[in-house]
């Protein structure tokens, strides 16, 4: 075993995840997750995919995979030193040279368009002229006539001000009656281990999550259906709201990491993060 294998397998047990729950979280299969921790490479993919497993396995234990490839370079394979296809390259350069062809089919009409546009603008600018010296004198009229109506409406303005003004206040009475925030009843019904059960009582359920560092966050349904399932980061926030449900279940990877809040009431994980950093929690919610 390399010290970089002891050391995701140290930060694996300490976060008490057994090798499926890992293989359940980064959707890597279990025999490679073993050869990273022994360090054999060799049963890989390829070298790309020892970086990217290695990177996956050290954020679902929160562990920083830059400063693992930092300090373990001498034992992590260098994807760079991999070859690109040749076919690769023939492609990148088959498509650059369709790109050039569809540019010279283009051009032409492109060029064409511009000359259509210079004499549109040109026969503008003469009729436009041609209108001005033959401009008659009922437009002084219409003028005169148009700054009357300015005048009377400048004199209604400040009435139609006011109206506006009452109305925007009363609409804004209005969202803050309609914006009182529901109360929630939450009691912890049963724990075991890192599962617990919630009894949630409100008129809704909305279940803020927000991440200040790498955690493994799944959402879903008591039939199983999923509304997230993925890795969030620092500084990441997610909201769901859930009313239509009756049991969900919430699977925290990093719970040190992690505020989830029901209803606006910041929830106090029921096991304490420091025994168990991943949580299980199903709330069964009772709408008022």
Do not use: C
Not at 117 to 127: D, E, I, N, S, T
Request: charged fraction near 30%.
């Amino acid at each position: 075993m390399t010290e970089l294998g002891k050391r995701l397998k140290e930060a694996r047990e300490q976060s008490n995840m057994s090798l499926d729950d890992l293989q359940e979280i980064t959707k890597i299969q279990k025999r490679y997750l073993i050869a990273i921790e022994q360090g054999n490479y060799v049963i890989m993919p390829g070298k790309f995919y020892v970086r990217a497993f290695i990177r996956q396995y050290a954020e679902a234990v929160g562990l920083d995979p830059e400063e693992l490839f930092e300090q373990y370079a001498n034992e992590i394979p260098n994807a760079q030193q991999e070859e690109l296809p040749g076919e690769l390259s023939r492609v990148k350069s088959r498509q650059l040279s369709e790109q050039g062809e569809k540019v010279l089919n283009i051009l032409p009409k492109i060029l064409i368009g511009m000359l259509a546009v210079g004499v549109a603008v040109v026969l503008w600018f003469f009729f436009q002229n041609r209108t001005m010296d033959e401009q008659p004198q009922e437009q002084v009229i219409n003028e005169e006539t148009e700054f009357e109506q300015s005048e009377q409406a400048n004199e209604q303005q400040p009435e139609k001000q006011n109206e506006q003004q009452s109305e925007k206040q009363n609409e804004q009475q209005l969202e803050k009656e309609q914006e009182q925030p529901s109360t929630a009843m939450i009691k912890v019904v049963d724990t075991n281990g890192r599962k617990s059960t919630l009894e949630v009582t409100g008129e809704q359920l909305i279940i803020d999550i927000a991440t200040k560092g790498d955690a493994w966050i799944e959402v879903k349904n008591g039939k199983g259906k999923a509304f997230t399932r993925k890795m969030m980061y620092a500084n990441q926030a997610e909201t769901f709201d859930l009313t239509n449900e009756t049991e969900v279940l919430l699977v925290i990877g990093q719970t040190l990491n992690t505020e989830v809040k029901i209803n606006g009431q910041t929830l106090e994980y029921p096991v304490n993060p420091s025994d168990h950093v991943r949580q299980d929690i199903t709330i069964v919610y009772k709408k008022q």
